[in-house]
């Protein structure tokens, strides 16, 4: 009797084991899996960062492009208009050099 009670608890014994190791099994698994996932996550971030920051490179180039020909052109309006006043400036002493040309012929 002593010996199919131990034999009784034993066949228990390896019922739990063998229960265990399937649980045990299943978190090895699930752990795998969760693994690939946070990788694949991990690998989708790190695509979208560089992404972004391509992105963010292209747009202060051409950030820095816009300045330099809002620049560019800023000077040449300025020394545009330098040269138009330098202009007006010849002319109206042309206007006066002849003006007092003719005052004096009369």
């Known amino acids: 009797a002593r010996a199919a009670e131990v034999d009784g608890r034993l066949a228990a014994s390896v019922a739990t084991?063998?229960?265990m190791r399937d649980a045990l099994g299943e978190c090895v698994s699930d752990a795998r899996e969760a693994h690939e996932v946070i990788q694949t996550e991990l690998e989708l971030q790190e695509r979208d960062a560089?992404?972004?920051h391509a992105s963010r490179r292209e747009l202060d180039?051409?950030?820095r492009e816009r300045r330099d020909r809002d620049s560019k052109a800023a000077a040449q309006a300025f020394y545009a208009k330098e040269e138009a006043v330098t202009a007006l400036s010849a002319a109206e002493i042309q206007i006066r050099e002849g003006?007092?040309?003719?005052?004096?012929?009369?």
């Open 17 to 19: 084991c063998a229960g």
């Open 50 to 52: 560089a992404s972004l």
């Open 61 to 63: 180039q051409e950030e």
């Open 99 to 106: 003006t007092d040309s003719l005052a004096g012929s009369r």
